[in-house]
């Protein structure tokens, strides 16, 4: 059974950076577009950074120019590096990855969600 485990949120001032990574583990044959959402409080869930399997991104407004994301293949992982956080960015980050468990089969993935909270 294939699950995504995230990691990397926590506490930073505004100002501040955090690295969130999301790691696909399972049988998996190969990875399609890898993304991360966000969901503050109160709000719909939010498309915030994606990155397709030939590497091309792209990025909210809210957050371009501030955030980049990256993969690495070899260790089915998604990265979203934050740079410049503000109070608007506090929330709960999800990564979403389409997982390819054989040449054919595909199923779209959520991770478990971690705390991204900017404050003073």
């Known amino acids: 059974q294939v699950q995504l485990v995230e990691s990397g949120g926590g506490l930073v001032q505004p100002g501040g950076s955090l690295r969130l990574s999301c790691t696909a583990t399972g049988s998996i044959f190969r990875i399609g577009y890898m993304d991360w959402y966000r969901q503050a409080t109160g709000n719909e869930r939010e498309l915030v950074a994606v990155?397709?399997?030939?590497?091309?991104?792209d990025y909210a407004d809210s957050v371009k120019g501030r955030s980049t994301i990256s993969r690495d293949n070899a260790k089915n992982s998604a990265y979203l590096q934050m740079n410049s956080l503000k109070p608007e960015d506090t929330a709960v980050y999800y990564c979403k990855f389409a997982v390819f468990t054989d040449a054919s089969r595909l199923v779209e993935l959520w991770g478990q969600g971690t705390l991204v909270t900017v404050s003073s």
């Open positions: 990155i397709t399997s030939g590497g091309a991104t």
